[in-house]
């Protein structure tokens, strides 16, 4: 059972996951289309 404070917590930690993976599905995104801003993440080279 979950207190109102652990309630809290727990959809802060959820809200702030979502988030992150949006802005990194939304980077992808730009780089796959030509953004240079997010380029770098895709870059082939970097792996190497």
């Keep these: 059972m ?3 404070a652990n309630k809290s ?3 802060d930690n959820f809200l702030d996951r979502s988030l992150t993976a949006t ?3 939304e980077g992808i995104d730009k780089a796959l289309h030509g953004d240079n801003t997010y380029k770098w993440f895709i870059n082939e080279n970097r792996w190497k």
């Design 2 to 4: 979950l207190t109102g």
């Design 9 to 11: 917590s727990y959809i």
């Design 23 to 25: 802005q990194l599905t």
